[in-house]
């Protein structure tokens, strides 16, 4: 049946999403750009200080201590800061490099001296405590100057070296179980719960990292949630540029099956930012912009042309090249990034922000097997925009609310021609090899992969804080999405014999077997409430979390006869799939036990519904018109499911925080995920005896383990970090579709539990930093990781899934940096390498028969696998580069 036809109907909204909006929009506000202030001013003799006049100039916000000298100022943009504090009698005082984190409380006590004259300020420099004994969960913040100074370029590098995630996974849940937000607003794609956003590391003023329990105000996530927070306009005219070139450097020959082709500007970035007032009064903007070019290190050469030969046979190829023997990067990168941003104060106690990024990336995969014939190979383009309105009305000193409006576009396409009925099509034909030439490479022909995905998602979210009490602050909100998802092939290409001979067929829209891109439109709504209270020592975080989501789709009322079909079967009506309604608690809870130690416990329930690309893929049961019995359970399609409920993770983590000494923290957690509902398959039987498969939430699946990390500040030239992650996560299956494949591999599909694909039992990550302000610095940082599972084959089939274990590996990764004086502006000369020592192994592919990435038990079969250089992890890659910026 017709996709148009399943959504006729159903396009009303319900009473529910509209009730949720109307209770929680006045308790609006954007939360994860600002954090909060307090502390305790007391005089030398301890005793507390009232009135005391506390500021933050930079963020034009103060306020004044109490009778019991406490003083708390909200709403302060995430940064870093000078706070200075003055009492009448009282020497003044300054305090520099103040750091303040998005949604968590910095704390700042001092204690002033007795001045009956008017004295000179004085000046202190503000050390930020060595662990926090406030936090109830792990949250890593990794600020602008570190971003400058780690062998880092985008967000997910940043992410990727924090304690319990491996390779985008966090604590061993799924990919997609990450909430990604830009100044505390999503920007996941809901087509894969992945972000839409490649940020690099110059528009980023901090970046936050939760994995594990995070609060209710956070949601569609389940293992994690990652936070940055972007730079701002300043008050003065700054300006910052950086030029980047560099290459692959590496042992060629045998060692990686291909060889030297050293091109020192195959990387290449270019940046500017300039940041400042703007003409209208108390107005503020910041521009930057980015041009990145990447050139894959293996190169290919172009013998032949896509174009067939007149027999179409592609010995004839072979024996007469027609390609110009040009060579070139068989994959590539071209990026176009940036970001505007225009922040207003003109208005009494309110700020108004408008932010616009974009990427637009051209690239190409490499495919080994296009090597000869690159011309043929599909070509990726991205284009993705967020932009949006953020207001700030700060009611009180102690209250205030948010309203952000954004909207998220995300456009992709995979293709080589953009009209499928481009004749070059029907010139070029399908790929053909000629066997055992080069090792399979095509000779001739282009890729008919064809697929665009496009996401149009308006979000709105606000939330509303107010310090109640000294010891109280109360948050509640609400955010809701409206997202147009559309994915699909448009037009599929395909070669038919007839009458007239084998030719070229093209297949527009032609339902059900070959659809266009369809186009859905899901919503979710969210309403939450949280409370921090500090009593005495303790201090306790609580929270509570609706979710709602409407597929607003269709699904078959009696899936035994899902396309009515069988003859004599009872019909299958299309119903309206239910909304889903899922309630989440969270609490965490910190005890100091002595001043310099605390430990914390977390729970909490957290959903987030599967990715729609997935759900909606074959979501029309019109594909099983001609179902057949004892036929392969494999010649359908499993089928999509938009009456999917959410999938579900209950969390546990108890930790230990200690500052060793006031330069070396330690942070040991112990946690537990038990993972339920996740998107699976389940076989159906028709009433004609024929099986087929679609998604459901089946899977299942737990993660224990814990973490250690050691975080020693500078002393002297020295600091340096230190994470060990131990975990177990398993379950029943590492991807939805693995219970269809065993089953049409005549597997026993029924569930058992077996360690998940990425379980990396053991990961080390360590940073050593070496510096002094304003001259020099050296950072590096290394990552060692134990195997990741594989199953291992013997000749009379394979073991137990996932039983093998892959070697382990390190990494290693340097950045050095030289600043110098050039026309009185401060210039930094720096260098980067990257995988220093040439690793050519790191959890990547290995063979199954011997548990080795470098050969194999049989490798006649194996030899187009043992001559691609591409299964083999990136190699060394060499960059130097200039930053000049204005005085600050």
Partial sequence: MARRGMVRGLRAAPAAAAALLLVCAPFGALAGTTGKLAGHILDKRQQPLVGVNVVVPGARLGTATDPDGRYAILNIPAGIYEVKVSLLGYNPVAVQQVVVSADNTTALDLALEEAPLLMKEIVVTAKRPVVDLRLTSNLAAVDREKLKALPVQELQDVVNLQAGVVDGHFRGGRIGEVQFQVDGVTVNNAYDNKSSLRLDRSLIEEVQVISGTFDAEYGQAMSGVVNAVLRRGTDQLRWDAEVLEGGFLYTGGARRVVPLDFRPAGQQNYQLSLSGPAVLPKTFYLLSGRRFVSDDYTTATRRFTPWQTPSGSPWEKIRGPDGDSLREPLGYSREWSGVAKVTNRSLRDIELNYQALFNVLDGRRATWAW????????????????????????????????????????????????????????????????????????VQGVDFTRFRQNTD??????????????????????????????????????????????????????????????????????????????????????????????????????????????????????????????????????????????????????????????????????????????????????????????????????????????????????????????????????????????????????????????????????????????????????????????AAANEDPRPRVIPFIWDQRHTLNMTVMLSHPDDFSAAAVVRVASGQ?????????????????????????????????WGGLPVSAFGRVFNLFDTRFFNGSVFNTSGSPYYSRFPGPDGNTLADPTRYYQPRRVEIGVTLRSEQ
């Fill in 789 to 821: 599972p594989y199953t291992p084959a013997i000749e009379q089939g394979d073991l137990e899934a996932n039983s093998g274990r892959k070697p382990a590996s390190m990494l290693v990764d340097l950045r050095s940096e030289k600043i110098l004086r």
């Fill in 371 to 442: 090597r000869l014939d690159p011309d043929g190979l599909s070509k990726q383009r991205t284009v993705s925009v967020a932009h949006g309105l953020d207001w700030t009305h700060t009611l009180s000193k102690t209250t205030y609310y948010n309203v952000s409006l954004r909207q998220n576009l995300f456009d992709y396409r995979d293709m080589v021609y953009e009209s499928v009925f481009d004749p070059r099509y029907d010139r070029a034909g399908p790929p053909r090899r000629y066997a055992g030439y080069e090792h399979d490479a095509y």
């Fill in 457 to 742: 998602a308006i979000v709105l979210k606000s939330t509303f804080a107010s310090q109640r009490t000294r010891d109280q602050l109360v948050k509640a909100g609400a955010e809701f999405q409206w997202a147009r998802v559309k994915f699909g092939t448009p037009g599929v290409l395909a070669y038919v014999s007839d009458s007239l001979g084998q030719h070229l067929q093209r297949y527009v829209n032609v339902l059900p077997k070959y659809p266009d891109v369809l186009l859905w439109r899901p919503y979710t709504a969210a309403a939450f409430a949280q409370e921090e209270v500090e009593w005495n020592d303790l201090r306790l975080r609580a929270g509570l979390r609706l979710d709602y989501f409407n597929s607003r789709a269709g699904v078959p009322e009696d899936l035994a006869n899902p396309a009515n079909s069988i003859a004599g079967a009872p019909q299958s009506r299309l119903r309206p799939a239910s909304r889903k309604v899922s309630l989440s608690p969270r609490i965490g809870v910190s005890y100091p036990v002595t001043r310099d130690a605390a430990l914390f416990f977390a729970y909490g329930h957290f959903s987030q519904m599967p990715p729609i690309g997935e759900v909606f893929r074959n979501a029309d049961y019109g594909l099983l018109y001609d179902l057949q019995a004892g036929e392969p359970i494999d010649r359908h399609p499993t089928m999509g499911n938009p009456d999917i409920r959410p999938e579900r993770t209950v969390q546990y983590q108890f930790g230990y925080k200690q500052a060793l000494a006031d330069w070396l923290g330690l942070d040991v957690t112990a946690f537990y995920k038990d993972v339920r509902g996740l998107l699976g398959v389940e076989i159906i039987s028709t009433y004609n005896g024929a099986l087929y498969t679609r998604l459901t939430n089946v899977d299942f699946g737990n993660v224990i383990g814990f973490t250690l990390a050691l975080d020693q500040r500078q002393r002297g030239l020295v600091s340096s970090s230190l994470d060990y992650t131990w975990q177990l996560a398993q379950g029943n299956s590492s991807d939805p579709y693995e219970t269809a494949t065993r």
